[in-house]
T-cell receptor, first 113, second 110 residues
Framework: DVKVTQSSRYLVKRTGEKVFLECVQD?????MFWYRQDPGLGLRLIYFSYDVKMKEKGDIPEGYSVSREKKERFSLILESASTNQTSMYLCASSSLGTLRGYTFGSGTRLTVV | KQEVTQIPAALSVPEGENLVLNCSFTDSAIYNLQWFRQDPGKGLTSLLL?????REQTSGRLNASLDKSSGRSTLYIAASQPGDSATYLC?????????FGGGTRVLVKP
């Protein structure tokens, strides 16, 4: 069964910490995405990548960076976590052209205290 | 701005009733339209994918239609069950970008 795996289901971090959220897909997909989901705001795109070492800003990139050193892995980095980054983070992947749709991971619930 | 809207935001039905969930989008230049299910605190599970050249897709009790000219997609769930209770999200794909609706929260009462 094809999968997008997010390394942590729940994380609690302190304000100012550097936080890494990891995502791995086993479908050989070119595209990978990071979203955050908040009540009343829906899903918002933070960053996406269409190839190794390539990245594009989404709608809300401020306070985040990403890394894609290998095709199967896409990392989201919070350089200095803040309480307003408490959220559900969802990783997704898709093949080039998105003809087969998107596959999502199970999410990481991050709480910044 | 490309927008995707889902109305109603919440829906409650008795078990056995058919569900009709609506999704509308402002830009007809889509690659595909995808429906997802999300259980509380969980990730998104893909239900159906309709490519832009298609009009509908079916899987078991689920059927999704796509009308690009009117900018609408509808998800039908036949003979609803309590296990269908979840939030249903539609998403419009264009290029490498997926734009989500706000979702419809469904409660199926036994």
């Amino acid at each position: 069964d094809v999968k997008v795996t997010q390394s942590s289901r729940y994380l609690v971090k302190r304000t100012g910490e550097k936080v890494f959220l990891e995502c791995v897909q086993d479908m050989d997909h070119e595209n990978m995405f990071w979203y955050r989901q908040d009540p009343g705001l829906g899903l918002r795109l933070i960053y996406f990548s269409y190839d190794v070492k390539m990245k594009e800003k989404g709608d809300i990139p401020e306070g985040y960076s990403v890394s894609r050193e290998k095709k199967e892995r896409f990392s989201l980095i919070l350089e200095s976590a803040s309480t307003n980054q408490t959220s559900m983070y969802l990783c997704a992947s898709s093949s080039l052209g998105t003809l087969r749709g998107y596959t999502f991971g199970s999410g990481t619930r991050l709480t910044v205290v | 701005k490309q927008e995707v809207t889902q109305i109603p935001a919440a829906l409650s039905v008795p078990e056995g009733e058919n569900l009709v969930l609506n999704c509308s989008f402002t830009d007809s230049a889509i690659y595909n339209l995808q429906w997802f299910r999300q259980d509380p605190g969980k990730g998104l599970t893909s239900l159906l994918l309709i490519q832009s050249s298609q009009r509908e897709q079916t899987s078991g009790r689920l059927n999704a239609s796509l009308d690009k000219s009117s900018g609408r997609s509808t998800l039908y769930i036949a003979a609803s069950q309590p296990g269908d209770s979840a939030t249903y999200l539609c998403a419009r794909a264009a290029g490498n970008k997926l734009t989500f609706g706000g979702g419809t929260r469904v409660l199926v009462k036994p």
